[in-house]
């Protein structure tokens, strides 16, 4: 653990580096608030702590900058209980509070207001759809030949799909269907729905064939598939790094949604809310930052959100909006 002095002096030389993104001096260091040594004094701190690896010189008679093993300091020691600033935290509560619609444009309007909190790029990803379980299903009659399958699923979707009849149904016979389906798939997992057996189960056929064509629907339309992963921001990118190639690099990993869900749950099974530098497991992001976090529906695993950016990014902002976001995108979901 580093001393008082030289952890306030830390903290300067890494607040004023994601801020101004230039190595800083030690002149600038002892003006900074906190900060009662002299310019020397802070020299001498500031070359202690290169020495123990968490400041480097860019090049002689340059100032310092934080190496990854800084910032994991800063984080883990320096930062506290991060909060959002109060306009951060209406634009927060203003948007779940008129957050409405599918569930695909809601993670999608997500990812963007993250990004904006942020100035980094932003991830949600959605739990995959054959975990989620059927709260409830209904059919409903469009015309003698045309029924409406309605199914609410507990990651807060609603699913439809439209059926088309071989013979015409009465209102009675798609409200008798519309009961048995319930009946049969309600509380099930997505993955759990079969195919009704062929033949007669009960004594109208009609009920029968629309009881069928509901469970298959849902059967065919629902089978495995692999998360659903909305990014925003990903242009922000191109200014916080001024390598094109790590731009470029950068921007490849972020279209490939089976690595960003892979390195998100990766950290996360690492038992770490923020991957630093080498700490992601990606050498081309060794000049990136990850936080990240869970998020629940009715207190069950949903999905995950985080952002990427420089590990310059501003830690203390990034750690609030995640943790508040997860936690309002998971109420807003769970209440349906």
């Known amino acids: 653990m580093l001393d008082d002095r030289k952890a306030t002096i830390l903290r300067a030389v890494v607040e004023e580096y994601i801020h101004s993104a230039q190595p800083v001096g030690s002149g600038h260091v002892a003006s900074a608030p906190g900060i009662e040594v002299s310019p020397a004094t802070v020299r001498n701190d500031m070359a202690v702590l290169e020495q123990e690896g968490y400041l480097v010189q860019p090049h002689t008679s340059a100032g310092r900058i934080p190496t990854d093993k800084g910032y994991r300091y800063f984080v883990d020691a320096l930062v506290g209980r991060a909060s959002l600033n109060p306009t951060s935290a209406q634009q927060v509560r203003s948007f779940f509070n ?15 207001l993250l990004s904006g909190l ?10 995959p759809i054959e975990r989620a379980s059927v709260r409830s299903a209904q059919l409903v009659s469009l015309g003698p030949r045309v029924v409406l399958f309605v199914a609410v699923l507990s990651n807060g979707s609603v699913e439809k799909r439209t059926l088309e009849l071989a013979e015409p149904a009465s209102e009675a016979q798609v409200a008798a269907a519309s009961a048995r389906i319930a009946a049969l798939i309600s509380g099930l997992h997505l993955g759990d729905v079969v195919p009704m057996p062929a033949g007669p189960i009960g004594s109208d056929p009609v009920v029968d064939a629309l009881t069928a064509a509901a469970a298959d629907a849902v059967h065919r339309a ?39 869900v892979s390195l998100l749950r990766d950290v996360l099974d690492r038992g770490l809310t923020v991957a630093i530098g080498a700490e992601t497991g990606m050498e081309t992001l060794a000049e990136c930052s990850i936080v990240v976090a869970p998020y629940e529906i009715e207190g069950e695993p949903a ?34």
């Open 222 to 260: 629902f089978s495995p598939e692999s998360d659903t992963v909305f990014v925003g921001g990903a242009a922000r990118m191109a200014g916080a790094f001024t390598a094109v190639d790590t731009v470029r690099q950068v921007l490849t990993i972020l279209e490939q949604q089976l690595v960003v």
């Open 303 to 336: 999905g995950t959100i985080g952002v990427l950016g420089p590990t310059r990014m501003n830690y203390p902002q990034a750690l609030a909006a995640v943790a508040i976001v997860s936690k309002r995108l998971g109420q807003r979901l769970s209440e349906g």
């Open 118 to 127: 942020t100035d980094t790029a932003a991830v949600v990803v959605g739990s």
């Open 98 to 112: 008129t957050a409405h619609g599918e569930i695909e444009q809601m993670l999608a309007d997500t990812a963007r």
